[in-house]
C-alpha cells in the first residue's frame, strides 16, 4: 500500500511537469524557478466618438430598421420566455 502511494505522488509530479511544459512553461520545468511576470502598462482609454451620424444613405437605413426590427423581436421572445 505504501508503494502504491509513493507511485501515486510521482505520477503527479511527473503529469504537473508535463502540464507545465505542454503550457509553454519550460523554465519553470527545467529550473524548478517561477517565472516573475512584468505587471502589463495600463491600457490608456482613448476619445471616441458615440455621436451617431446624422445622414444615413438607404442601404444603412434599410440595415438599420432590420436590425431594430430583430430587436424588438428578440426582446419579445425573451419576455415570452420569461413568462414560462
Known amino acids: 500500500m505504501f508503494e502504491i502511494g509513493i507511485f501515486c505522488v510521482i505520477a503527479l509530479a511527473i503529469g504537473y511537469w508535463v502540464a507545465l511544459w505542454l ?3 519550460h523554465d519553470d520545468v527545467l529550473h524548478g524557478d517561477f517565472v516573475q511576470v512584468e505587471p502589463r502598462p495600463e491600457a490608456v482609454p482613448t476619445k471616441r466618438s458615440d455621436a451617431i451620424p446624422t445622414k444615413l444613405s438607404a442601404s444603412e437605413t434599410s440595415s438599420a430598421n432590420t436590425l431594430q426590427s430583430l430587436l424588438t ?3 419579445q421572445d425573451l419576455k ?3 413568462q414560462i
Request: proline residues 0%.
Open 23 to 25: 503550457m509553454g512553461r
Open 73 to 75: 423581436s428578440i426582446k
Open 80 to 82: 415570452d420566455a420569461a
